[in-house]
Structure formats: C-alpha cells, structure tokens
C-alpha cells in the first residue's frame, strides 16, 4: 500500500519493529485490513481500548520521519515464467514461515501447472515457530496459519510431514527428485552461557521452556522447577519479555489462549511472583520491540518495575537514535515513573546487568551479576563493560534466552561458526570452492540469522525465490534423474517412513486439536504425543475399507 512505510525497497523494511499508515497518503480503501493477515489494522476510532497508544505512536513516527515528497516509485514486475514442458520440482525442507512464504512466492511466479512443490517436515505438524514458538496467548499472531492453510491447499503443493531429511531421506535423493531444493529449518538451538554454575539443574534455555509451553512433543515430559517465588531471564529479546509475561500471568486468562495443557496445569502450581529480565546493555539497544515492552503493562495484577539509575543511555544523543529506540526508551522511563501495587506480581526490568556466576550446590540458587557501563570504542560502537560492582538475586529458575543459531543438515554446507548455511542471495555455496551449489537454495533465519519477524520472511523468501527463478532461466538448474518423478519420490518416503502425514492427515490432527478446544472452551487443545498424532492421521489418510 502507497500509504505504508517503511516500504519493502527501504533498507530499513528488514530492521524496523513496525509498520505505519501515513493519514495524509490514506485513501480509506481498506485494502490493508484485508491483506493483513492477523487483523493487527484497525480504522483509528476503532482502535481496541488496549491499542489506543498506537494511534499516538503513529503520529509521532510521520512527525520524526516525514514521508518522501512525491509518489513513491512502482514496484518493477517480476519477470514472468514461461510455462515448462514438465512442470518444475522443488523440495523445501521445513514448514515454517520461511518455507510457506518460499513455496507462496514460487507458485506466484510460475504460470499455472508449471510447479510441483513436496514440503517436508520432521514433526507430524506444520507451520514451524508459529505453531511452537509464538507466545500462546498471541492468538492474532497465530492467525496467519489461515493464510498457510490456503497456500497448502494449492494445486501441485503436498506435504511430507514426520520426515526428517538427513534421517529418513538423504540431501542428495532430495536433488535426485528435484530441480531445486530450499533449506528453510530455522536456527532453533539456543547459545550456552559461558559462566560457572551455567549446567545446574535449574539453569535452562528459554527456547525449552517455550517449546514445553507451546505443547512441541520433544519437550512435553520436560519439568520446570516453578517452587520458587524469583525466576531470572538472561537476555530481552522478545522471546524473554513472552517467557516472563507467561511466568507472572494468571493462569485462568491463559486458557483462552492455545498454550498446551500440562503447562497450564503446572503454572497453575506455580509459586513465582517475580521475574527478572536481564539485559547486559542499556535500555537504548535493548533487543525487545516496543509492541511486546507495551503488552508488559496489560497484565491484570502485575506491575512492571524500572530502575531510573538503569536508565543510561551511554551519551547518545536524541538526534542520533532512532524512533524506534526513542520509543523503547519513553515506554521504559514512564515504566520506571509509575507506581506499584502491593500484592502484585512483579516483571523487573535491569539494565547494564550481566550474569558472572550462577549460585547454588546441587541446583541453582541465585545468580550472582555485575553492574556494567557503556563505553564508547575506537570504531565508534558502544559496548557494554563490566565495572566491579557485584550483586546477588536469589532464584531457583534461570531461563537464558542470549540468542539463537542453526544447525547443520546432513550433507548439506553449513557455517558452524555463524550458525547458518552458507550462501548469497540464498545460493547456498560450496565450502571448498565458494561456488554456488546448482540447485541448493535457503531461506529463514538458517539463511541470514535470527533476525526480523514473521512478515520479514516473506521478504526473505522472495530474495532467495528470484535467484532460483534467475537460475532457471538461465538454464542453470539440474535436472532431476531419470525415472525420479513424483510417484518415486512418493514411493521413496513411504518406503522409508510409512508414518508419513500429509496434508489430509494434518487436518485432521487439526480438526482433532480443535475439537478438543471446543469441548473445553479455548481455541485448541494442542496433542503432545506423535504417536497420537501419527494414529489420528493415519485413520483419515488410510480409512477401513
């Protein structure tokens, strides 16, 4: 939309929080409200009553950061495809986002019937990071699985999911049936924190704590220590403020959200009445985005505490600091002015604060941090430096939440340094010779890192896309070997996984799941275990008779 910014072409597209709609440019069309796929757009007076600060925050983005004068350029067309003799093959491996996005892209650019897309997946279940990593209680978030759904539903797409490549079926038979495989799996593994006491019981990864609240069966029999009443959180990304923002929420609200039912049970149980979340640079580089820092002061009977003394901004000047970093640090200084309430639980925001050592003789018992300050180096970059100054929290919960890498697939390159497949523009690239690899491509946070939201993947996916559509034009795919056509590579997976599911067995764990929801009362009542889930598949794929 003309009125949006900033636009896909900006460069700061990639890197920005949110988007916003320009009341001089808007026509009132309402074309974004129905493109958005999560409902987030709303006309200003009917904005929600927990949302009306947005109306301000959007004015004030167009105040600091005036639109162009003039019409913005047309987007250039994509070069169209002509239709190919036999219709060209891709695997994409990983159901997430990235992949969806990835096969939406290619199945716009090919003429009709000119595209086959096999989508794998090793869980029984797709949709990848928003099913098992969006907070459960995001449900508007969670609702562009609806666009997923319509995308799988395309002809020439199918799903073979429950099958790990590199396991079941090898990188190389994946390139033997294609013309081009995509490599969208993510970077799920957490980074360790390198510090004394780090391997306790009691000290674990936030991505853990979030896949057994999200229902992801690897992590369904996983126990978390809830008996103390301090949990604290190194790091404040996004995913640490929906970890404490869960931690401290009553447990009666979460059940109209999808989170899975042995982690409301244990909330239930739960004795935690504070969480701290630490971050070791100071408010204005903290990694949340403003949307997620606001929804910490809509939680009924919390309150959310800032120290003013945190609030060092390292002698950045207002002129030098972005909107979105001047934003982030208003919400915090007015967090730090407001008031508590006695009785209520409490979300600690620290700053310039970093773990040295984690307490405790056969589990965690505290965590011992230093006081940092901000220092301005010779390349002109601030940095956060240890000064001396220890003190001690009591906890029995640690959740690190520092960061995220990839890991590597069979017979596929990958950076273990980096924590992604190597590549440009997607191309993944030969190790040995720096060549792109015919036909091997990547998308997702395994491509460029973890970075960006959600949308950002649809932009990432259209970047790798149109290097794939260069290469074909060019001639520059492989093609796949002889007798290697859809019905072998079908033949191939049941031979090697006969608990297979696609997409007819998907819907009905779904259907299952939603069920199970209706009869209690919330969204879904998501199946841990994937036997269960393979049963429940098999029964509609495979009916009696």
């Known amino acids: 939309m003309s009125c949006i910014r900033p636009t896909p072409d900006d460069p700061a597209f990639r890197s920005t929080e949110m988007l916003y709609i320009d009341p001089q440019t808007c026509i009132d069309c309402g074309a974004c409200m129905e493109a958005c796929p999560v409902d987030a757009i ?11 600060r947005y109306r301000e925050i959007n004015a004030d983005y167009f105040r600091r950061t005036p639109l162009d004068a003039g019409t913005p350029p047309a987007p250039q067309p994509p070069v169209k495809v002509p239709k190919p003799d036999s219709p060209l093959r891709v695997a994409v491996v990983g159901s997430g986002p990235a992949g969806v996005y990835a096969a939406a892209e290619l199945m716009a650019r090919m003429p009709s019937g ?3 897309i096999e989508m794998f997946d090793r869980l029984p279940t797709p949709w990848g990071l928003v099913r098992a990593g969006v907070a459960p209680d995001h449900l508007g978030t969670k609702a562009i699985t609806e666009a997923f759904r319509r995308i799988a539903a395309k002809p020439g797409f199918r799903f073979h999911l429950n099958v790990e490549i590199g396991r079941d079926l090898t990188h190389d038979e994946l390139l033997a049936h294609h013309h081009a495989v995509i490599y969208a799996v993510g970077a799920l593994e957490d980074r360790k924190l390198d510090i004394p006491g780090a391997d306790l019981p009691g000290s674990v990864a936030a991505t853990e704590f979030v896949a057994w609240y999200n229902g992801h069966p690897d992590y369904a029999n996983r126990a978390f220590d809830l008996t103390g009443e301090r949990a604290v959180i190194v790091g404040n990304g996004n995913v640490a403020l929906d970890v404490a923002r869960l931690l401290v929420s009553d447990p009666d609200d979460l059940v109209r959200s999808d989170m899975a039912e042995h982690a409301l049970e244990a909330l239930r149980q ?7 979340v630490l971050g070791r640079r100071g408010v204005a580089q903290a990694a949340y985005t403003t949307p997620e820092l606001l929804a910490l002061g809509r939680i009924p009977g919390v309150d959310v505490v800032v120290d003013p003394r945190e609030l060092d901004l390292g002698g950045v000047a207002g002129e030098d600091r972005s909107f979105s970093t001047d934003l982030k640090t208003r919400v915090a200084v007015e967090y730090s002015d407001s008031t508590t309430t006695p009785g209520n639980k409490r979300i600690v925001l620290r700053y310039l604060a970093s773990p040295v050592r984690l307490r405790g003789a056969d589990r965690v018992e505290g965590v011992e941090i230093v006081r940092n300050e901000l220092v301005r180096t010779e390349r002109g970059t601030l940095e956060a430096r240890p000064t001396g100054t220890t003190e001690i929290l009591d906890a029995g919960l640690v959740l690190r939440s520092i960061g995220y890498r990839g890991t590597a697939v069979p017979g596929v390159p990958f950076d273990a340094d980096a924590g992604r497949i190597p590549n440009i523009d997607g191309r ?19 491509k460029r890192g973890p970075s960006g939201v959600i949308g950002t993947n649809k932009r990432c996916a259209q970047n790798t896309v149109a290097a794939l559509i260069d290469d074909l034009l060019a001639d520059r795919l492989p093609q796949p070997k002889s007798g290697r056509d859809r019905d072998a590579l079908f033949a191939l997976v049941v031979e090697r996984r006969p608990e297979v599911v696609d997409r007819k067995g998907w819907l009905a764990i779904d259907a299952a799941e939603r069920k199970g929801g209706r009869d209690r009362g919330r969204p879904r009542v998501k199946i841990t275990d994937t036997a269960e889930m393979v049963e429940i598949a098999g029964a509609a794929m495979h009916p009696a008779g």
């Open 114 to 116: 000119g595209i086959d």
């Open 428 to 446: 993944v690239l030969d190790p040995d010779t720096s060549a792109a690899l015919a036909g091997v491509y990547t998308t997702g946070w395994v």
């Open 270 to 276: 739960s004795n935690i009445r504070e969480v701290v």
């Open 42 to 52: 709303h006309p200003e007076d009917e904005l929600p009553d927990d949302q009306l």
